[in-house]
């Protein structure tokens, strides 16, 4: 199941994305439109790992896909990196992604 992100940027709209991969220190989004290298996001997102707990991260769009100007693609990919985590929220990203069980639960 995709890892369902809301994403807020400097126009101040929430929209919702979709994760390609995620690591305690950033993440990999499916975008309609290309985003700026250093533009500055709010995310936040639900981990399927059962604690229902929010994630909410400030980070910096560190990688935007280069495209061709002769493509058309349906979705860019976008890095970014985490500039704003709670401590207790890198731990269970952490967690996750090395596939360990919450120990809260």
Not at 1 to 9: I, N, R
């Amino acid at each position: 199941m995709p890892l369902a992100v809301e994403v807020t940027g400097r126009d101040g709209v929430r929209r919702v994305e979709y994760a390609v991969n995620l690591s305690p220190s950033g993440i990999g989004l499916h975008v309609p439109r290309a985003l700026p290298a250093g533009e500055s996001l709010a995310l936040a997102f639900t981990l399927p790992d059962g604690s229902g707990d929010r994630v909410e991260v400030r980070g910096r769009v560190a990688w935007t896909e280069a495209v061709a100007r002769t493509e058309r693609p349906r979705f860019r990919e976008v890095g970014v990196r985490f500039e704003w985590l709670r401590e207790a929220d890198r731990d269970r990203l952490r967690r996750f992604v090395a596939g360990e069980a919450d120990p809260g639960r």
